[in-house]
């Protein structure tokens, strides 16, 4: 409970942060394409880090390495708001924060899930993954409207503010939990590469699960892209940023809705059957975002898809993590997220490349189409589709 407390705290501050960097760089340049980089460049360190930053994890602290993150995270979000005062904000400024944020997040995301696995019994991974996604989605829902309230009214410098806050009580949180997050040490310490290798090895070798790593990216690659699509489509249709504040803050609504339902779904349902049917779903939704007329309809759309996620979450995130050897958790969870957030810069950027080169319409339709690609791959994996229950293939 303190793992999972501190962590909406710091959800919450950094939902509240993320809407703001696109608005105030489109505020600064009123360039969509400076807006995709700098989300880029928030991404960008899990495909450059995550593999030696897995190895790395199991051999350190993982509860020493969160805190000093958070710490050191809180400090790198200060340093916009001291410029904000100082009126010496630059856009290279942002991009320089984002990427150190961005850089400290894979430290700190890697040693968490591992964690997690060392504070909740295998038994309990779906109901504590249901937990997390629905105070997660929560916290989406207050994050982006008190983001934008306070970037409307309180000035820029506010959400950055109050994300630095989040990250000190993360880290308060994880000082006070008394469990070990560190696995045995190894009798001998090899090479870094070597482990690294083991880690990637073992990802290799189970079909399933890797191509689960390739499809979360896959689906990332359009997730990163979303933000930026739909802060310009609700700015065309005339919308204040306290407006798109509030159509994510709808889609988070709906996030808590599909991760109360996301265990019970995984019990009712095979493996692969809620995976096929979560990708069609998303993917057929997709297009709507050029049919709808008013702003608050895209909030609708973004609804629909995003109470579709923490299903998917839910069930590929507990089946994945219940399967992996304690002493492989970080190496290989690294492995899975290279693959799993390596495209989402790739999303991020060209999102903002097309918006800028060739508008709305070309840029949705395009982000469309690669979701029915990947759907109907999915839909042919005969490791997805006849994935066995979770005892059977923990037993294998």
């Known amino acids: 409970m303190l793992l999972w407390s501190g962590q909406v705290v710091s959800t919450l501050g950094s939902s509240a ?20 980089v700098a989300s880029a460049l928030r991404a960008l360190p899990y ?46 400024h942002i991009y320089a924060v ?31 993954a249901a937990q997390n996604e629905a105070a997660f989605g929560a916290a989406q829902i207050a994050g982006p409207s008190l983001g934008t309230l306070m970037f409307q009214t309180l000035g820029r410098a506010a959400p950055f503010v109050a994300d630095a806050f989040s990250y000190l009580v993360s880290a308060a949180c994880l000082w006070r939990i008394k469990t070990n997050f560190r696995t045995p040490p190894a009798a001998a310490k090899r090479h870094l590469k070597a482990e690294i290798a083991e880690g990637l090895s073992w990802l290799w070798h189970q079909p399933l699960i890797r191509y689960m790593a390739l499809l979360t990216g896959a689906m990332n690659f359009v997730y990163a892209a979303t933000p930026l699509m739909l802060i310009v489509l609700a700015k065309q249709m005339g919308a204040s940023d306290l407006d798109i504040g509030l159509v994510f803050s709808i889609g988070g609504i709906s996030g ?5 339902i996301g265990g019970r779904i995984q019990r009712r349902f095979s493996f692969g059957q809620v995976i096929v049917a979560v990708v069609w779903t998303q993917a057929l939704l997709f297009p709507l975002y050029l049919l709808v007329p008013k702003f ?36 290989v969870n ?24 060739f508008g709305s319409t070309p840029t949705v339709l395009l982000f469309a189409a690669w979701y029915v690609g990947m759907a109907a791959v999915t839909q042919l994996n005969p490791h997805v589709r006849n994935a066995p229950a979770l005892a059977a293939a923990k037993r294998a």
Not at 256 to 260: D, T
Request: glycine fraction near 6%; include cysteine; charge should be neutral.
């Open 334 to 357: 690294s492995s899975f997220r290279l693959l799993a957030f390596g495209f989402n810069p790739l999303g991020a950027a060209l999102c903002g490349l097309l918006l800028e080169g």
């Open 47 to 92: 495909l450059l880090f995550s593999l030696p930053v897995g190895a790395l994890i199991d051999r350190w602290d993982r509860k020493r390495v969160m805190i000093v993150c958070d710490v050191l995270r809180a400090a790198v979000v200060l340093t916009i708001p001291l410029a904000l005062w100082f009126d010496a904000l630059t856009l290279w």
């Open 98 to 128: 984002a990427f150190a944020e961005g850089s400290l997040y894979v430290f700190f995301n890697i040693a968490e899930v591992a964690a997690l696995s060392r504070v909740v019994p295998t038994a309990d991974l779906p109901r504590a």
């Open 17 to 36: 942060a993320a809407i703001i960097y696109p608005l105030l760089i489109l505020a600064i340049t009123d360039s969509p394409g400076a807006a995709g």
């Open 256 to 260: 808590i809705a599909g991760s109360l």
């Open 296 to 331: 608050y309809l895209l909030g609708a759309v973004y609804a629909l898809i995003y109470t579709l996620a923490p299903v998917y979450n839910v069930v590929q995130f507990s089946y994945r993590l219940a399967l992996i050897p304690d002493a492989l958790q970080g190496r």
